[in-house]
């Protein structure tokens, strides 16, 4: 169930040998999709953040000002281990049971709630409104007894 998250490192990797590579832009790029994969408070978030170039080292200075070798630059190398490290985790034990319960409880409400319904409920879930449940509730009362009870069915056997 992890393919999507998989591609996504993936093409992170690729970037990391672009001619034009951007160390910020990358490392903002990949903590976002890491951000809605392992959630906030996973510590691959905190090695890509702290990865960095140190100019007071004469090799890597020499090798950034001739623009030589990616396949030399430490920053590159170790951001490539960091996700590669993250890839053969999700191959091997998928997604975080609390994203893949996710999943399975957003494609549960998709198979019974009309797009329009869904969009109100995802709009009033990112609102500050203190009333959320109470919102999300009265979308739900417009419900018929059946998808209610299938939506509860479905949620209780999953």
Avoid: C
């Avoid at 000002?65 to 190398?77: L, Q």
């Amino acid at each position: 169930m992890a393919e999507k998250e998989i591609t996504l490192l993936k093409q992170q990797i690729e970037r990391l040998d672009e001619n034009r590579f951007d160390l910020s832009a990358w490392k903002n790029r990949t903590i976002l999709f890491l951000e809605r994969i392992f959630g906030n408070d996973s510590p691959k978030l905190k090695m890509i953040s702290e990865l960095h170039y140190d100019y007071s080292s004469w090799s890597l200075r020499d090798t950034a000002a001739g623009g030589s070798a990616k396949d030399k630059d430490p920053v590159r190398i170790q951001a490539k281990d960091i996700l590669e490290a993250t890839i053969a985790e999700l191959e091997m034990l998928g997604l975080p049971k609390e994203k893949e319960d996710q999943y399975k409880l957003k494609e549960l409400l998709e198979d019974e709630l009309t797009g329009k319904q869904i969009k109100e409920i995802k709009l009033l879930l990112r609102s500050d409104s203190s009333d959320k449940a109470e919102e999300v509730m009265k979308i739900l009362e417009s419900l018929s007894q059946e998808k209610l009870a299938a939506i509860l069915a479905n949620l209780l056997t999953a």
